[in-house]
C-alpha cells in the first residue's frame, strides 16, 4: 500500500506558474509514476509520467509547459507547470505504482487531488 498526498494547488492568473508536489509513503521505484488531472465534465486526462528507469513521458497538453521530477531521498513527486491557461483549470492527481506511462487505468494508488484554478 502507497498512501499519496499531493499539495501546491492555487488559484493563479493566466500564464503564471505553479509547482505541485506529492509525498508518498513510501520509495516508488520500481514502477510507472504519474500526474494526472480531471476537469468538470471532461474524462481524465495523463499529463507526464517517470518510467521505472526514469524516462520521462508527457502527454500533449504538457509538453512544453510543464516538467515532472522526483526526488527519491524524499519520496516526493513533483509538476512544475509554467505559462498556464485557463483550460489547465482542474483537479490534480498523483498516481504510483503504474504499468503504463498516462493511461490511468493502469496506475494502483492515487492520492486526493489538488485543485488547480487559472483564471484573471
Known amino acids: 500500500q502507497v498512501n499519496l498526498v499531493e499539495s501546491g494547488g492555487d488559484s493563479v492568473q493566466p500564464g503564471g506558474s505553479l509547482r505541485l508536489s506529492c509525498v508518498a509513503s513510501r520509495s516508488m521505484y520500481g514502477s510507472y509514476i504519474g500526474w494526472f488531472r480531471q476537469a468538470p465534465g471532461k474524462e481524465r486526462e495523463g499529463l507526464a509520467c517517470?518510467?521505472?528507469?526514469?524516462?520521462?513521458g508527457y502527454g500533449n497538453s504538457a509538453k512544453g509547459r510543464f516538467t515532472i521530477s522526483q526526488d527519491k531521498s524524499t519520496n516526493t513527486l513533483y509538476l512544475q507547470m509554467n505559462n498556464l491557461k485557463p483550460e489547465d483549470t482542474a483537479m490534480y492527481y498523483c498516481?504510483?505504482?503504474?504499468?503504463?506511462?498516462?493511461?490511468?487505468?493502469?496506475?494502483?494508488?492515487w492520492g486526493q487531488g489538488t485543485q488547480v484554478t487559472v483564471s484573471s
Open positions: 498516481a504510483a505504482g503504474g504499468t503504463g506511462c498516462l493511461d490511468g487505468g493502469a496506475y494502483r494508488y
Open positions: 517517470i518510467k521505472p528507469r526514469g524516462v520521462t
